[in-house]
T-cell receptor, first 115, second 112 residues
Framework: DAGVIQSPRHEVTEMGQEVTLRCKPISGHNSLFWYRQTMMRGLELLIYFNNNVPIDDSGMPEDRFSAKMPNASFSTLKIQPSEPRDSAVYFC?????????????FGPGTRLTVL | AQSVAQPEDQVNVAEGNPLTVKCTYSVSGNPYLFWYVQYPNRGLQFLLKYITGDNLVKGSYGFEAEFNKSQTSFHLKKPSALVSDSALYFCAVRDRGQAGTALIFGKGTTLS
């Protein structure tokens, strides 16, 4: 299995530009999670989906952030417009439906730098 | 509300010595507990988990963790540390009664 795939691995953009991060979960996994990691805030849960449906987006920092999961094999996290404080590593994770103590499997992350 | 506390930002240990990384949790019901490790510029890797049964759980790379319900703790341990164990370690919890929810992670402990 290829594991969770994220693209791009690195993104450098200028303030005000739109940024789209992509994630392909492990085949057969029902749940998908987006996290953000910074030195100041640590690992933050942004949003997660069960069976392609957003369950909890209370961690999404602002309306500038949006996430979609149009099908079981693809999700996007979009920031529009981007700001320097959005600079972070964004992780996607997937798991089988988390009802029986299943662990989450993390992708390698996307390092976003907003200038 | 669920929460996880890792009281130490950093733990230093000499190679060959035993190591312990501490974790305490708070859930309204019974917990599922997890440990992850993150090496520089990498994603989080699953180490081990406690679901039920034996309170001592063994995982990858010689790590183990002990579930202590009375102390609400799940400390990560290894009998003999290696230089290659240097990394960031995260403890995580999910309440068994909260099916379908995301793991709640601690802030992480850097092991050096």
């Amino acid at each position: 299995d290829a594991g969770v795939i994220q693209s791009p691995r690195h993104e450098v953009t200028e303030m005000g530009q739109e940024v789209t991060l992509r994630c392909k979960p492990i085949s057969g996994h029902n749940s998908l999670f987006w996290y953000r990691q910074t030195m100041m805030r640590g690992l933050e849960l942004l949003i997660y989906f069960n069976n392609n449906v957003p369950i909890d987006d209370s961690g999404m920092p602002e309306d500038r952030f949006s996430a979609k999961m149009p099908n079981a094999s693809f999700s996007t996290l979009k920031i529009q417009p981007s700001e320097p404080r959005d600079s972070a590593v964004y992780f996607c994770a997937s798991s089988p439906f988390p009802s029986t103590g299943n662990e989450q499997f993390f992708g390698p992350g996307t390092r976003l730098t907003v200038l | 509300a669920q929460s996880v506390a890792q009281p130490e930002d950093q733990v230093n240990v000499a190679e060959g010595n035993p190591l312990t990384v501490k974790c305490t949790y708070s859930v309204s019901g019974n917990p599922y507990l997890f440990w992850y490790v993150q090496y520089p510029n990498r994603g989080l890797q699953f180490l081990l988990k406690y679901i039920t049964g034996d309170n001592l759980v063994k995982g990858s790379y010689g790590f183990e963790a002990e579930f202590n319900k009375s102390q609400t703790s799940f400390h990560l341990k290894k009998p003999s540390a290696l230089v290659s164990d240097s990394a960031l370690y995260f403890c995580a919890v999910r309440d068994r009664g909260q099916a379908g929810t995301a793991l709640i992670f601690g802030k992480g402990t850097t092991l050096s």
